[in-house]
Structures are given as C-alpha cells and as structure tokens.
C-alpha cells in the first residue's frame, strides 16, 4: 500500500535525523547523549524550549540546519501518519461495504454460524462443490482468518437476528449451526426458525442430550462430531479398503475417481427413461450406486430397467468431468 510506504519511510527519515542531530550536538559541542538527544528533540518539534547549555557558533550554525531539515521531516511524518490512519480506515469501510453487497446478491446459499475448527473446516469442504457461503463469527481474531480463506462473513452474534437478516436467512437455502457450546446452538436454531420456517438447518451437539433440545429448537438435522469421528474411527479398524475408497471418493484427491448426487429435473431428457436406454454407462463412464426417490426411499444397485424420474437423485461414481456433464443432463 502506498500510504504504508510512506508512513515507514517517515519514520525511518525521523529516526535518521534524531541521530544526526544527536551525534552533531555530542560531536560539536562534547555533550552528553542524553542532552544531545534533548536539544535535537525539542529543536526539531519546534518545542521552544530554552538550550540546555550555551551553543557555540558551529553549534548554532548545525541547529538551522537540523531545523531546516529536521522540521520538514518532521511535518512529511505527521502526513504520512495521518493518511495511514484515513486511508486504513476507508480501506475498511470499502471492504466492508463490498461484502455487505456481495451478501445481499446471494441466493440460496448456506449459513454457518462459528468460524472455529470445525465451522473452518466445514466451509472448506463446502467450497469444493462450489457453494455460496456466508460465515456469522464473533470473534474479532478470526476476522483475519476468515479474510486470508476468502470468505463472506458477518461479524457479530450469530444468535442476533438483525445478523441473520443481513446473512440473507430469508433466501438461504440452509443454515449450520457450528458454535462452541450447545446452549448457544440451540438458542441460535429457536432464533433461526423463528425466522424462516421452512429453512434447513444442521445443528452441531456436544453432548448427548443436547441432540433432543436441538430437534424440539427447530433443527432438522443434528450432528456430533465426537460421534462421527469415533465411527470413522471404528470403520478404519472393521472396514479399511470401504474407508479408503470412501477418502478418495470424497476428499477430491484425485480426479479419477468421485462420488456425486445429482438431482432430476423435470425438463431433463433423461426422465421417465429406463437406465440401460440413457448411455450412462456408455457414454461418461459413470456407474450409479444408488438412486434416491422423492419419498426418501433409496434404491440401491438399481437395474438396468429402472426408470429415472422426476424429483429422484442419482448417486454415481465416476471422474469428476463425466460427473458434471451428467449433472448438466439431469439438470437441463
């Protein structure tokens, strides 16, 4: 930054005249350090005070030149103090300015409340698919944080519903509620449903008990990390080749193999046509593990006679490029 530049170079400029002055004085005069620095102090900020001792000639000849010098110095420092602080300010405000509308320009986007380790790394994994984020975090360390990841965030309560009004609740599509303690979880959700009712939100619970108080908040799926990772855990341990496909089918390592859900659109070519007549297979190389009807039942290693419809979702395994052209298919 500019103005960053100035005020450093200000400085070192002060710092380089208070020396030269300092050792002038030390050097004409034989004083002290202590007085030299004194009499270079008081003579380059125009104080006024009297000489600390009786200056000679040389003495006073070398203090014109170290106010001619030393003054202008002095005023190129406050300058250059002063626009840093204006212009950081500004800085601020026009930064703040451009999230605050890129916020109001999105459209069913997901919330999540708490920028901690888990709420940093669930926005990580969100970002993949790529998804519309809108962080709420209060805690003024994480504001750097969240800058150096790029993401559009809201500083403040996340229970506050004047923040989940500028975090576009009323057009999220989701809302997760990641904050430190249950309490605070649950307090969030009954705030967030009150809100908007037919809006998704995942909670995160902590303790068992505080799952129930979750559900009767409002949330319509609750998670706990302790659990997840202890079942992850125990999967490494019974199952180690089914974990591993899984890390590679969901931690987009790689690119010759993935896992997606994609859902039917009613305008899709692909509707009310049999599996073995869409050249899936075919033509992307994909197979569909599982095909998930609109009344939640799942239909596993479906035939090659199952009709697509509207409203299913087809989980298919694949490379990542075949995967998002089927997806434009299923979509268009």
Known sequence: ??????????????????????????????????????????????????????????GRLFTIVLVFFGVGFTLYVAAAVVQFMVEGRIRIILGRRRLEKKIRRLKDHYIVCGYGRIG???????????????????????????????????????????????????????LIAALASDADNVFLVLTARQLDPDLLIMARASQEESKSKLRVAGANIVESPYDMGAASMAHRIIRPTVTSFLDLAFAHKRKDIQMEEIPVSASSDMVNVMLKDTGIRQKYNLIIIAIKKPD???????????????????IAVGEEINLQKLEKILNS
């Open 1 to 58: 930054m500019e103005s960053t530049r100035h005020l450093i170079i200000g400085i070192l400029l002060a710092l380089c005249i208070v020396i030269f002055g300092t050792a002038g004085y030390t050097f004409i005069e034989d004083w002290g350090v202590l007085d030299a620095l004194y009499m270079t102090i008081i003579t380059i900020s125009t104080v006024g005070y009297s000489e600390v001792h009786q200056v000679s000639k040389i």
């Open 120 to 174: 940093r790394v669930l926005c990580r994994n969100l970002k993949r698919k790529p998804l519309d984020l809108v962080v709420i975090e209060k805690s003024p360390e994480l504001i750097s944080v969240m800058d150096a990841d790029g993401v559009l965030y809201i500083s403040g309560d996340a229970a506050n519903e004047e923040n989940l009004l500028k975090a576009g609740i009323k057009l999220a599509k989701g």
């Open 296 to 314: 939640g039942s799942m239909l596993f290693n479906p035939s090659f006679e199952a009709i697509i419809e509207v409203g299913d979702t087809v």
